[in-house]
Structures are given as structure tokens and as C-alpha cells.
């Protein structure tokens, strides 16, 4: 079960994580180009990722500061 509920939130980080992205992309349109969108949503990937990653590596407690914001 708890597998399940961990997988579950996975997921929906992910889905959450491609609306962000989305949603900054759709903010800075005028401003990059077909580079910078794959970038920006690249940077949302990669933090969101890193976050989770360094929650299960436990990193320390710092990390779960950064989550919060």
C-alpha cells in the first residue's frame, strides 16, 4: 500500500511538475525562443527531480526547507 500511495504521488508531482513548466512557458512566449522552452521546462524537470532524489538519498534536512518553498 505504501508503495502504491508513493507511486500515486510520483506521478502527480510529475503531472504538477508539466503544468508548471508549461505555465512558465506560456509566461515568458514572448520573450524566448523554441530553445529557451525546452530549457525552461528542462529546469523545472531537473529541480523538481532533484528534490525528490535528494529526499530519498537523504541529503539532510536543508532539502526539506527547499521543498517547502
Keep these: 500500500m505504501r508503495i ?5 504521488m510520483m ?3 510529475q503531472l504538477f511538475t508539466f503544468g508548471l513548466g ?3 512557458q506560456w509566461l515568458f512566449a514572448h520573450h524566448i525562443g523554441r530553445r529557451g522552452r525546452r ?3 528542462l ?3 531537473a529541480v523538481t527531480d532533484g528534490l525528490i532524489a535528494g ?3 537523504e541529503l ?3 532539502l526539506f526547507r527547499w521543498m517547502a518553498v
Design 60 to 62: 539532510g534536512s536543508g
Design 39 to 41: 530549457a525552461l521546462m
Design 4 to 8: 502504491t500511495l508513493f507511486v500515486l
Design 22 to 24: 508549461r505555465s512558465l
Design 11 to 13: 506521478l502527480l508531482m
Design 55 to 57: 529526499l530519498l538519498l
Design 43 to 45: 529546469a523545472a524537470f
